[in-house]
């Protein structure tokens, strides 16, 4: 069974940091490639981050050099370190595991069936 649970979201202000936290089921966390994903209402899922089983990471370019993506083996945690944070990251964030040959997130389908979501977690930035 797939499970991914998120936590960590919460109102900042512009400028402050954040730290979002995803517990992935054992198999899915040593597998599969996993990321984050955030939308906000009316709008299309968006992708911020995917990391690979091998640790290779790769970024939208609206949050590379603020967002750091990694994984801890130990809790099979996936977290997502945000830094520098602007009113635009606003959103919620949701944890995704998804079953690629290559964990690029341009070739990640939102809406694919294969996917595995968390619940969300919100993540409100003002100024």
């Known amino acids: 069974q797939v499970t991914l649970v998120e936590s960590g979201g919460g109102s900042v202000q512009s400028g402050d940091s954040l730290r979002l936290s995803c517990v992935a089921s054992e198999y899915v966390y040593r597998h599969y490639c996993l990321g984050w994903f955030r939308q906000t209402p009316g709008k299309d899922r968006e992708g911020v981050a995917l990391i690979g089983p091998d640790g290779t990471a790769n970024y939208a370019d609206s949050v590379k050099g603020r967002f750091t993506i990694s994984k801890d083996g130990a809790e099979n945690t996936l977290y997502l370190q945000m830094n520098n944070l602007k009113r635009e990251d606003t959103a919620m964030y949701y944890c995704?595991?998804?079953?690629?040959?290559?964990?690029?997130?341009?070739?990640?389908?939102?809406?694919?069936?294969?996917?595995?979501w968390g619940q969300g977690t919100q993540v409100t930035v003002s100024s």
């Open positions: 995704l595991a998804a079953n690629l040959i290559v964990c690029q997130l341009s070739v990640v389908n939102p809406t694919s069936t294969g996917n595995y």
